[in-house]
């Protein structure tokens, strides 16, 4: 069943239609969320929460568009507002949940220094460079996804490649 | 142009971003400023870092919990209106209660009620500036 096929189900009151986009978007959705707030529990909540808020407002949904870039912005919401009353609750905010998956040449080494580098930067440019970097996103898709101008992406974008070359090269070496 | 304006346009073109960009301003800058010139080259390099990996996508089955989610917000949502009902069956079975100091106090709670209902938003609104935000 198709994105389109399943959401005209879902209109018409089909449970088990929305079953399916769960199931088939919930591991991106997963990842996507990771990448914000760097914690796997809250993570699962926000993720719950954005697709039970999707299914709410399906009936508004325009069917012209993709379905994962629509839900995006309401998973980015629920993960900005975990974020914020993360903040005025506790302060455990990072685990050591992995974000990356290894591919080709990279080390173990490599891919733990890129981790711990990643969780210190601020949530906001580890989400611009995980969507440039890791999905290949446009600056165009980008500006789209986080409903800001290109010109804005693009300095987030500069500012978070600068943060990301500071917390890098300002990593405690091992002996 | 400025060394920053010239460092962001400059990453542009570098990603294959032309819109909004001029290409030659920028080569002209970058011609004349050595600083801006080492700064791209090290931030390319922190750029090619990314090429060796992909994004974690967990195993995960979160059905469950947003079933239970769903069916958790339509019982607040009846435990809501069953309240309204209540009360208005209370009002309707006494109507000729001597209201008094009521009349003041009720007003009052409602303000407060509506103020803590939008504190603590129950029913979980909060998509729809961020849907409008993006269909603009």
């Known amino acids: ?175 | 142009m400025t060394c920053g304006e010239a460092r962001v346009m400059a990453m542009g073109l570098a990603d294959g971003e032309t819109s909004g960009v001029s290409r030659e301003e920028v080569e002209r800058h970058l011609a004349e400023c050595s600083a801006c010139r080492e700064e791209l080259v090290t931030l390319a390099a922190i750029d090619r870092i990314w090429g060796s990996f992909t994004r974690r996508r967990p195993d995960v089955d979160l059905w469950a919990g947003v079933e239970r989610r769903l069916a958790s917000r339509w019982r607040r949502w009846l435990t809501a209106l069953g309240i309204v009902l209540v009360s208005f069956r209370c009002i309707e079975l006494f109507p000729d209660w001597e209201l008094g100091l009521w009349t003041e106090l009720v007003p009052l709670a409602a303000v407060v009620g509506a103020f803590i209902i939008l504190r603590l938003n129950p029913f979980q609104i909060s998509t729809d500036l961020q849907l409008s935000q993006e269909e603009q």
């Open chain 1, 1 to 175: 069943m198709d994105d389109a096929a399943a959401i005209r189900l879902c209109r018409g009151g089909d449970g088990d239609a929305y079953r399916h986009l769960v199931e088939r978007y919930q591991r991106e959705a997963m990842g996507h969320a990771l990448a914000i707030l760097g914690n796997r529990q809250d993570a699962e909540d926000a993720v719950q929460d954005a697709f039970v808020d999707a299914y709410r407002a399906l009936a508004r949904f325009d069917e012209e568009r993709r379905f994962y870039p629509w839900f995006y912005a309401i998973l980015r919401n629920r993960c900005l507002k975990l974020m914020g009353s993360r903040r005025r609750h506790d302060s455990d905010a990072l685990d050591d949940v992995g974000m990356l998956t290894r591919e080709g040449a990279a080390s173990v080494e490599e891919v733990v220094a890129l981790e711990e580098a990643l969780k210190k930067m601020l949530s906001e440019s580890r989400e611009v460079l995980m969507l440039r970097h890791l999905d290949g996103l446009s600056y165009k898709e980008l500006a789209e996804r986080l409903g800001i101008p290109i010109g804005t992406v693009m300095s987030r974008l500069f500012r978070a490649r600068t943060e990301l070359r500071a917390v890098l090269t300002t990593r405690p070496k091992k002996p």
